[in-house]
Every structure is written in C-alpha cells, then in structure tokens.
C-alpha cells in the first residue's frame, strides 16, 4: 500500500476547502454623527468653534455629511434682541462635513448659562444642551523609566491640582486616540500624578502634547464607555459605537420640550456628543 506524502495531503486539504463562506453583516440604516467637543484654550479670549458632521456609509465606515440646514449655538442666558444670544455656523468647504462660526466669539458667550446646539438634516431636527466646564492645569508634564509590557514603552507622567471646592471630572487627550476618563474622588483637592503609555511607537526627539479636558459627570460616563468600547480600534471620536448614547437628540416627533430626551423612542437618536469644556495643555519631547 502507498503511503500519501505530507506535501500531497496538503494540497488535497487545501483545495477541499475552497467553499466560500458567506458571513452576514450587520446592517442599519445610516445613522448621524455630530462631534460637538468644543475645547476653550484658556490663553484665547475669541474663538470659532467648530461642529464636525458625518453620516455611517455602512457598517465600518463614514462619510462627512453636507446640507445641513439652521445649526446654531444658543445661550439662553445671554439678550436675544438682535439675535444677540445665537451663533450660525457654516460649512467651512463644501464637501466637508464642518461646520463653523466665520466670525470669532467671545468667551463670554460660552462660559455663562445654558447652550444648546441645534440643527436639521433632511427634515429632522436634532437638539442638544449642555453647560461650560473648566478644567484644572497642567502642573508638570514629564516622560518617567517605568514600563508596561514592553521595554521600549515610553511612560509620560502628569501632574495636576484639583480644585477641593467641587467633585470634579477631567478627560486626558493623549492623542492618537489615546483617552483617559479621570475623577477626582481619590484626590479631591490635592495634587495628583499619574502615569500613561501611549500604544502608539515613540522615538526620541517626538513631541507629544497632552491635554486635559474639563467634563461634568455625564460627558465622563460617555467618554468612560467610548474607551471601553473601542480600545482595539482607534480613537473614541473616530466613529462612536451605536451602543454609546449621547447627548444629542433627534426631536422631530416630540411636542414637549420638557421631553427631549426621546423616552418613548429610545431607538431614535444620532451618535456624538455636544459638549463646551476648558483645555489645558503642555508638550513634551521624548528623550
């Protein structure tokens, strides 16, 4: 009796599994994203904020969203004679899903009162509210000689003082994607250092700016999920999950203004977030 050769029981294994397998994507209707982080330099007293729009164009991607029609800003604490108490913005380029104030704002119009973001695509209406958050500074921004798993990690380590006065919330933009919820429960009113590793590769003579963002508690529960949800894909604001719910809310069908959250249509709604926080910021070059 012959014996098959290794070699010629391969070939007969790899050409008996050339069926293809169809796998199902999942599939939903495209669904709007509004990235609405309004980020306040504190050395800037005029700003021009900036609402970035897409729409899923399928289950892994997006695309910039155009035609939007009425986006405003609004304070409500501030005159509304004249239209005093609103800001318009307006696509930037056409194509590009960005919409912008072409005219600077001061700071006063976000640092006081309630704001509200709202817009209308394709015959529906979007609304939003949320409130300005500041931030605490960066005391010290310093790269450390610890490492995680890898002897080429690079530690950066960030030093802040938080204000005992208030329970407070920060995010740390790391860039890159790199996203950190932070509260203050464990430091309330003390100075804090804390370590982060990028994933991303550093060599030395790299600059890296850290940020660290003012948040109330739901803009941390959101950012908080986000990491969760999409560590192995990239940053949080590329393309939210479907299942991290925002802010934003789709209010077409909704008579009581009492009642925008959309309780009674809990499937309808965009992805993103509107939020107005302070950003403090420092830039390290790796050693």
Not at 94 to 112: A, C, H, L, W
Not at 228 to 251: H, K, L, S, Y
Request: proline share 6%.
């Amino acid at each position: 009796m012959k014996k098959m050769t290794p070699y010629l029981f391969f070939l007969i294994l790899l050409f008996s599994c050339e069926d293809v397998i169809e796998v199902d994507v999942p599939e939903e209707e495209p669904r709007l994203i509004i990235d609405a982080l309004i980020r306040l330099d504190p050395n800037e007293s005029q700003y021009m904020p900036v609402v970035k729009v897409s729409l899923t164009s399928s289950f892994f991607g997006t695309i910039p969203l155009t035609g939007l029609r009425d986006i405003t800003i609004t304070n409500l604490s501030l005159p509304t004679l004249g239209g005093g108490n609103s800001i318009i913005l307006e696509e930037t380029a056409p194509g590009s899903g960005m919409y912008q104030d072409p005219d600077p704002v001061g700071i006063r119009f976000f640092e006081e009162g309630e704001l509200l973001l709202q817009l209308e695509h394709q015959g529906r209406r979007y609304f939003a509210r949320t409130h300005y958050v500041p931030s605490a500074p960066i005391d010290e921004l310093k790269q450390g000689d610890e490492t995680l798993f890898d002897e080429d990690d690079i530690e950066l380590e960030v030093t802040i003082t938080d204000d005992g006065t208030l329970d407070n919330f920060y995010i740390m933009d790391y860039g890159e994607g790199g996203f950190l919820a932070l509260e203050d429960k464990f430091f309330n009113g003390q100075q804090f250092s804390f370590s982060f590793f990028p994933e991303r590769t550093l060599n030395p003579g790299d600059e890296v700016t850290v940020r660290i963002l003012g948040a109330d508690r739901e803009f941390f529960n959101y950012i908080d999920l986000l990491v969760e949800q999409t560590m192995d894909n990239g940053g949080v604001f590329e393309t939210p999950v479907a299942t991290a719910r925002g802010n934003i809310f789709d209010v077409t069908d909704l008579d009581n203004i009492d009642l925008f959250d959309n309780v009674q249509q809990p499937n309808v709604f965009p992805l993103g977030y509107f939020a107005v926080v302070q950003e403090y910021s420092q830039t390290i070059t790796v050693e």
